[in-house]
C-alpha cells in the first residue's frame, strides 16, 4: 500500500478583500500518494497555481487543512513553514531558476546549501541527482552552455537532491520543444515510481499526458475530475456541487 505524502482536506484560498476578494480554491480534498505522477489540468484562473502554492506551503489557506507526511501546516509561522517546505517538498519552476554564474553541479548543490548540508558528502549527493536526470556530463557546465531541456533536468536534479518527499512541478515543459519536453517529463516518470516521493504537476500541455498516473482538472477554484491511468471514460469519477 503506497503512503500518502501530502494531502488536502476542505482547502479553500480566499485572495484580496471586499469587493475585490476572489475566492480561488473552494472545498479542495486531496491525496497524493508516493510513487504516483499526478497532472492538475484547468483553463487560466481556474486555481491551478494557487493550488500549488498552497501544497508547497508558500501560502496558507484560509480554510481547511494541509498535510504534509502527516504533519499539518495549520498554525505554523512562516519560518516553520519554510522548515517544512526545505524538509519535504522540492520545486520545478517553468523558467528553470538557475544561477548563470554556478555551473549546473553547484546549482543542484544550492537546495543542500539553505539545509547546511555542506559537507563532502553534499558533492556526492549532487553528483547523483545530476545522474539521475543524465547530466553526469555536464556537471560542470554553466548553464549558458546548456540547452533548455537540460537546464530544465538541472532543476529536476535540485529539486530531488534533498529527497523531498514530494514534488511540485508548473509548466515544467510549457518553454520546451516537443523532444526537450518528452526528455523531461521522462526522467519526471522515472523519479515518479518512488514510493517514498509523490509528484505533482501542473501544465496545460496536453503532451505529457501520457506519462500520467492520475489527472485532475480544476475550474473556478474545484477538483472537477480524477482519472487514473486505464479509467475508461466511463470510469472517470466527476464531482458535482450545488449551484
Known amino acids: 500500500m503506497t503512503k500518502t505524502m501530502?494531502?488536502?482536506?476542505?482547502?479553500?484560498?480566499?485572495?484580496?478583500?471586499?469587493?475585490?476578494?476572489v475566492d480561488a480554491l473552494k472545498g479542495i480534498n486531496l491525496s497524493l500518494a508516493g510513487g504516483e505522477l499526478t497532472l492538475l489540468m484547468g483553463p487560466s484562473g481556474s486555481g491551478k497555481t494557487t493550488l500549488l502554492s498552497v501544497l508547497g506551503c508558500m501560502l496558507s489557506p484560509t480554510g481547511g487543512i494541509v498535510q504534509i507526511?502527516?504533519?499539518?501546516?495549520?498554525?505554523?509561522?512562516?519560518?516553520?513553514?519554510a522548515e517544512l517546505r526545505r524538509d519535504?517538498?522540492?520545486?520545478?519552476?517553468?523558467?528553470?531558476?538557475?544561477?548563470?554564474?554556478?555551473?549546473?553541479?553547484?546549482?543542484?548543490?544550492l537546495a543542500l546549501d539553505v539545509r547546511g548540508e555542506h559537507s563532502p558528502l553534499a558533492r556526492v549527493k549532487a553528483a547523483k541527482a545530476l545522474a539521475t536526470v543524465g547530466l553526469s556530463h555536464k556537471a560542470n557546465a554553466f548553464p549558458r552552455a546548456l540547452s533548455g531541456g537540460e537546464q530544465q533536468r538541472v532543476a529536476v536534479a535540485r529539486a530531488i537532491v534533498g529527497d523531498a518527499s514530494v514534488i511540485l512541478a508548473d509548466e515544467p515543459t510549457a518553454a520546451l520543444d516537443s523532444e526537450n519536453g518528452h526528455a523531461v517529463m521522462t526522467v519526471l516518470a522515472e523519479i515518479a515510481k518512488d514510493p517514498a516521493r509523490a509528484m505533482f504537476i501542473v501544465t496545460h500541455d496536453p503532451r505529457i499526458m501520457p506519462f500520467a498516473d492520475r489527472i485532475l482538472r480544476i475550474e473556478d477554484g474545484r477538483i472537477v475530475s480524477d482519472q487514473r491511468r486505464g479509467a475508461s471514460l466511463s470510469a472517470v469519477r466527476t464531482l458535482k456541487y450545488a449551484s
Not at 479553500?12 to 475585490?20: K, Q, S
Not at 507526511?69 to 513553514?81: I, N, V
Not at 519535504?88 to 548543490?109: D, I
Open 6 to 21: 501530502i494531502e488536502a482536506t476542505d482547502v479553500a484560498m480566499a485572495l484580496g478583500e471586499g469587493p475585490g476578494r
Open 69 to 81: 507526511r502527516g504533519r499539518s501546516t495549520t498554525g505554523l509561522d512562516s519560518e516553520q513553514l
Open 88 to 109: 519535504n517538498v522540492g520545486f520545478v519552476f517553468q523558467s528553470y531558476h538557475l544561477f548563470p554564474t554556478l555551473t549546473a553541479a553547484e546549482n543542484v548543490r
